[in-house]
């Protein structure tokens, strides 16, 4: 662009300086009478000469200059961007109306949290219930379709919708015609006798209990065998001679009901002992079988519990296994309630799963 400021007028100014004496000192050697008659052509001619050189001064050379508003009268021209560069785009201000208050953009909150997925549920998926804090939302969000407490009642307990109760009759004082009627109201399928081979359990011989058994028969409901703790698969044991004497006497067991706890914390050894067990026991008698209490426990030198991540293991892969025996008919976790003692429960409180818990949740 050229310039247009005052450096050129000056140079101009310079340059009439420069050629504007030798003319005033032809003139002067001419007689008055002349310089007379030539002053007024002089004159035109001098006047014509300056509006030339205005006009050549003022009459652009190039292209229309930029107006002076949009652009400076020295400043360079905008660099242009290079090829496949996107240009930047600068939004223009917003300006909110006088009084008026404007609306904050909401900002997007990172979520952290994992997203809950309901729990699986199955008709052979259960577990063993005892009150605690939040029992009843434990329950609930646990996916079991069965439980039982080791009664005839579940007192403090609501029942999820679709969830059955299963009552059981304990023990020898637990056959009274309050319990049976009990039993009988509270549900379709009635447990037997819990661990009568165990001390401290309901310790029962098996003479007592054959005894006691028409009247658990009596109910009408489908009934379970006593369930053992230990030996079910062996001739000559508790569960061996119960089953030959209430076959002798022509009573009804309809299913065996079976405890298992695994001393090996290694999941593979510990499901492959578990599926062996089963399976000999249901091939021995020929009956569905029930497993109403199992977990991992190490019962050989005091007790012993693995660590959440052997007992949500082994729980995954356990009810895995069992869903693949047709005559497994169900199950039932030990137990719902978690303690800091063991490794076993599955809710802490009614909405606060354990590892274990989660794998439980999973499972079918």
């Given at each position: 662009m050229r310039a247009t400021g005052q450096g050129e007028a000056d140079a101009a100014r310079g340059n009439r300086g420069v050629h504007a004496e030798p003319r005033r000192g032809m003139l002067g050697r001419l007689p008055i009478g002349a310089r007379r008659l030539l002053w007024p052509l002089v004159v035109a001619a001098a006047v014509a000469v300056l509006v030339t050189g205005v006009v050549v001064v003022v009459q652009p050379t190039g292209p229309t200059p930029t107006p002076a508003a949009t652009q400076a009268l020295d400043a360079p021209p905008p660099a242009s961007p290079l090829p496949g560069t996107p240009a930047a785009t600068t939004p223009a201000p917003t300006t909110s109306p006088a009084g008026a208050t404007p609306t904050p953009t909401p900002t997007a909150k990172p979520t952290t949290a994992r997203p809950v997925a309901p729990a699986v549920t199955s008709k052979r998926k259960g577990v063993g219930v005892w009150t605690f804090d939040g029992v009843s939302q434990a329950l609930a969000n646990s996916g079991a379709s069965w439980y039982?407490?080791?009664?005839?009642?579940?007192?403090?307990?609501?029942?999820?919708?679709?969830?059955?109760?299963?009552?059981?009759?304990?023990?020898?004082?637990?056959?009274?015609?309050?319990?049976?009627?009990?039993?009988?109201?509270?549900?379709?399928?009635?447990l037997g006798f819990n661990e009568p081979d165990l001390k401290g359990q309901a310790e029962m011989t098996v003479e007592q209990a054959l005894e006691l058994w028409p009247q658990l028969q009596a109910t009408g409901l489908a009934l379970g065998s006593p369930a053992v703790a230990w030996g079910g698969d062996r001739p000559g044991e508790w569960l061996d001679r119960f089953m030959a004497g209430a076959k002798q006497r022509g009573y009804r067991v309809d299913f065996i009901a079976l405890h298992w706890y695994g001393g090996d914390f290694t999941t593979a050894n510990a499901v492959n002992q578990l599926r062996s067990y089963l399976q000999a026991?249901?091939?021995r008698y020929q009956l569905p079988i029930w497993l109403t209490e199992f977990a991992l426990i190490d019962f050989s030198n005091g007790v012993r519990f693995p660590t959440q991540a052997?007992?949500?293991?082994?729980?995954?892969?356990?009810?895995?296994?069992?869903?693949?025996?047709?005559w497994l008919q169900r199950y039932a976790w030990f137990g719902l309630p978690a303690t800091d003692k063991d490794q076993t429960g599955l809710f802490r409180t009614g909405g606060t799963a354990t590892t274990v818990g989660r794998a439980y949740q999973a499972a079918r």
């Open positions: 039982y407490t080791w009664d005839v009642a579940h007192s403090g307990i609501n029942s999820p919708k679709g969830a059955e109760f299963v009552p059981m009759i304990w023990g020898a004082k637990s056959v009274t015609a309050t319990n049976l009627q009990q039993a009988r109201k509270n549900g379709r399928h009635l026991v249901h091939d052997q007992q949500s293991a082994f729980l995954t892969a356990a009810t895995r296994m069992l869903g693949g025996l047709s």
